[in-house]
């Protein structure tokens, strides 16, 4: 029984979202919102289709709300993202 447990964690944690998860479901969320979105939509919608997730993987169930603003300066350092100067404030557009 020790082993099966053992391997329902390890599993867990292979399948733990970290905040680098986040860059894809804002690109996920903006794509649903036609492109361009006020940052409370893209969470609104990062939470409902990926609540479990959140909640599952650890301090980022947490810190998700805070980290979101990492993974958006991320993408506008590859190019993803428009910079934060060339749109609305509190909306975060696909380049």
Same mark, same amino acid.
């Given at each position: 029984?020790?082993? =099966?447990? %053992?391997?329902?964690?390890?599993? *867990? +944690? *292979?399948?733990?979202? $970290? *905040?680098?998860? &986040?860059?894809?479901?804002?690109? +996920?969320?903006?794509?649903? &919102?036609?492109?361009?979105?006020?940052?409370?939509?893209? *969470?609104?919608?990062?939470? %409902? =289709?990926?609540?479990?997730?959140?909640?599952?993987?650890?301090?980022? =169930?947490? $810190?998700? =709300? +805070?980290?979101?603003?990492?993974?958006? $300066? %991320?993408?506008?350092?590859?190019?993803?993202?428009?910079?934060?100067?060339? $749109?609305?404030?509190?909306?975060? +557009?696909?380049?």
């Amino acid at each position: 029984m020790g082993s =099966h447990l %053992q391997l329902g964690n390890a599993e *867990r +944690e *292979r399948n733990m979202k $970290t *905040r680098k998860d &986040l860059c894809d479901w804002i690109v +996920e969320a903006l794509k649903e &919102l036609k492109g361009s979105g006020k940052i409370a939509k893209i *969470r609104e919608i990062i939470w %409902q =289709h990926h609540k479990d997730d959140l909640i599952n993987s650890g301090n980022l =169930h947490f $810190t998700w =709300h +805070e980290d979101i603003f990492w993974a958006a $300066t %991320q993408l506008r350092a590859k190019g993803i993202l428009k910079n934060a100067k060339a $749109t609305s404030k509190s909306v975060w +557009e696909l380049v």
